[in-house]
């Protein structure tokens, strides 16, 4: 089985930066791609940032790019979220998920069956 353990997050001043890390373990081989989501109080859960195995970006959400950069370190078993320039519109539980099929499409939740629990950012204005 695999799973997925998020770090990293925390509270920063609006204008300052994160690096949130998604380690995983158990079944990696069974992952076509790895994808940052975020929910907010009241808000809907929303793609951030999507990565496949082979390295490449599979999704970046509006509000986020420019800013947020996803990578992978495959010797760690991670993926990490590089975050700079946050505003308060930022601030959520921030989530890592992982698609076990070929047909995924980065930046929807139902696409990704595996799921860790989260780690909460919060911007300070």
């Known amino acids: 089985q695999l799973q997925l353990v998020e770090s990293g997050g925390g509270l920063v001043q609006a204008g300052g930066s994160l690096r949130l890390s998604c380690r995983t373990s158990g079944l990696t081989s069974d992952v076509y791609a790895i994808a940052w989501f975020r929910q907010a109080p009241g808000k809907e859960r929303e793609g951030v940032a999507c990565?496949?195995?082979?390295?490449?970006?599979?999704y970046y959400g509006d509000l986020v790019e420019g800013r947020f950069t996803i990578s992978r370190d495959d010797a760690d078993n991670a993926v990490y979220l590089q975050m700079d320039n946050l505003n308060t519109e930022d601030t959520a539980v921030y989530y890592c998920?992982?698609?076990?099929?070929?047909?995924?499409?980065?930046?929807?939740?139902?696409?990704?069956?595996?799921w860790g629990k989260g780690t909460h950012v919060i911007v300070s204005s």
């Open positions: 990565i496949s195995t082979t390295g490449e970006i599979c």
């Open positions: 998920a992982a698609a076990l099929s070929q047909g995924y499409v980065g930046g929807h939740p139902a696409a990704f069956q595996s």
